[in-house]
């Protein structure tokens, strides 16, 4: 099944941030934890984690976009194990 990955909420302050780096490419495999990317706010860099094990089926955001708490960033196809 494809899941959706969207931008989490990392700041009370703010909703909007700059991605940084892809830190999995499409084609790798993602367990629940790896980092997948990482975004910039307020100075600060945070690591975002997968929330699922799967495959990285796409990217949809590129290195230094703004993006918003809630866009989509990536596809998953979602695995059970």
């Known amino acids: 099944m494809e899941k ?3 931008m989490p909420k990392l700041s009370p302050k703010s909703d909007d941030y700059f991605f940084g780096s892809w830190e999995k490419q499409v084609g790798d495999e993602v367990k629940k934890g790896d980092i997948l990317f990482e975004v910039e706010s307020e100075k600060v860099i945070s690591e975002v984690p997968s929330d699922y094990n799967g495959v990285l089926k796409e990217q949809r955001v590129e ?4 993006i918003s708490a809630g866009d989509v960033v990536a596809v998953l196809e979602v695995s059970d194990s």
Do not use: D
């Open 63 to 66: 290195e230094g976009n703004p």
């Open 4 to 6: 959706e990955l969207k």
